[in-house]
């Protein structure tokens, strides 16, 4: 029978980096923020520790930055000498943040950080008391997009122990920056038991039976494309008794708050900032207070009366609308921060039901869109023409929130919001 193995599985730490927020960091109330990377680090060497892992894994991204800033490398120096006085080796590959560094690190790291090479895959053997009790394979990023479809090479010599492999991909066999392979390709690798998977940063189980295949996601998310709790799995691989967790360690947490205005149905600007901050209570009730805080982007949607106001003066409503809710969810415990309010809302069309009905036009018009969203090939022919500021390759890792990303989800809003615009231009150039 294979011995058992406990070991800790994170990625993604981006060291160096933080918290991006819509505003100027001013005062020491920020610190939490400034120090949220870093302290979602320290919960999982505390937890290494307390847990008694066998070994900590890092899938890449240590790093925020090819270069390393000198602080986060202090850091990530201090942290692995406090695992090696507890006799807790690191196993690490880098990443496409953090490439191999043909200089050096910038600091000599203490002997039980253990960097995979670049060139092969490096097979590292786990003794206790003199006993192999389980081995880690990894191959790292020679820079910052890795070509190489890595996950063949990793074989191990036997099964009498657990095979933990890591593996920094999007696991899109058709996205060359970050090795190509697919589920199917880490499945098919009968030598590996635990595929420890990095990039994504949303936590992810892709397979819950061996070969188990898991990201851990980014400890501490860093601006509101990183949505959710972060944290990092514990694992046990014991032949009658496997089981993984999912251990939060994010201080904060963003999260996007859509908010439907079809319901209000008033036309002015404190009647909204009044039913905003009702709306926002209830959410705010609802969420697990466990935490330092909540960042919040506000998504205004729905057809409402005071789309002609947004229209005319939305840069200052907003603004409005954003100082009003920050002061009054000021010194709350969790925290709550208005990141942002977005306006996606559109125009109330009175009687709208009865012209569609009346208008054999409109009807044939609205018949004609719904086709169209029914047919692949059109579907692709209109993202084709969106324009270069529509990427339609998701990136997984870096949802980067300024960038338009074309999801379903988004491409059935803007069909959307086009029926809604052509059909009230219609009616309003007919003067109806
Ligand atoms: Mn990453």
Known sequence: MKPSVKFIHTADLHLGSRIQLNKDFDSDLDEGYKNAVYNSFDKIIEAAIENDVNFLIISGDVFDNESRSVKATRYFKEKCEKLKEHGINIYLINGNHDPYRREGELLQLPKNVKICDTEEVSTFEIYEEGKLIARVLGQSYRGSSESRKMCTFYTAPDQSVYNIGLLHTQLDPNDSNYVPVSKK?????????????????????????????????????????????????????????????????????????????????????????????KEIDKYYESLDKEVQGYIIRVLLKGKTNLYDMFQEQEEEAIEDIINNLRSYYSGRMPSMFINDVVNRTSKKIQDLDYIIEKDPFIKELISFMSNIKGNEEKVEDIKKQMGDIWNPQVDLENQDPKEFQITDQILEELFEEAKDEIIKEIIERRDL
Do not use: C, M
């Not at 990095?198 to 980014?218: A, K, L, R, T």
């Not at 860093?222 to 967790?245: A, Q, S």
């Open 185 to 277: 390709d880490l499945l098919d690798n009968e030598h590996i038991d635990y595929w420890a998977l990095g990039h994504i940063h949303q936590n992810q189980v892709i397979n819950d039976h061996i070969p188990y295949i898991i990201y851990p996601g980014i400890p501490q998310g860093r601006d509101i494309g990183e949505t959710g709790i972060g944290g990092y799995y514990l694992v046990n691989l014991e032949p009658e008794n496997t089981y993984y967790e999912f251990k939060k360690t994010s201080d904060y947490i963003f999260e996007r708050l859509e908010i439907n205005l079809s319901e209000l149905n008033k036309d002015t600007l404190s009647e909204l900032i009044y039913f905003l901050k």
